[in-house]
């Protein structure tokens, strides 16, 4: 498994943006799909987006399409969420997770497929 630590949450205003990064350690970054959740006091953990191994391959929720943005760099062992035009229903701790995976798709959204996961990051977004 590899081990994963978000970063670039915070507090912002509606309509603006913010980006978040999740850097992994151990085994190898390359063979792993990445995704981000996230979830809402009082609500469960859902998929916001997800990339494939090369990057290739992308999936987003209907809530964040147009407006968030998930990109990876192999060589850093990165996954990025560039948020932009952000609502209050954005409001929610955001977690980055992996699983491993043979083909270079975003196979599931389902949270229980991924074997990885960060602490997660708070991101508030004010009215």
């Known amino acids: 498994q590899v081990q994963l630590v978000e970063s670039g949450g915070g507090l912002v205003q509606a309509g603006g943006s913010l980006r978040l990064s999740c850097a992994a350690s151990?085994?190898?970054?390359?063979?792993?799909?990445l995704a981000w959740f996230r979830q809402a006091p009082g609500k469960e953990r859902e998929f916001v987006a997800g990339i494939s191994w090369s990057g290739g391959s992308t999936r987003y929720a209907d809530s964040v399409k147009g407006r968030f943005t998930i990109t990876r760099t192999n060589a850093k062992n990165t996954v990025y969420l560039q948020m932009n035009s952000l609502k209050p229903e954005d409001t929610a701790v955001y977690y980055c997770a992996a699983r491993q995976v043979i083909g270079d798709t975003v196979a599931t959204i389902l949270p229980d497929d991924f074997t990885s996961w960060g602490q997660g990051t708070q991101v508030t977004v004010s009215s």
């Open positions: 151990g085994r190898t970054f390359r063979k792993y799909a």
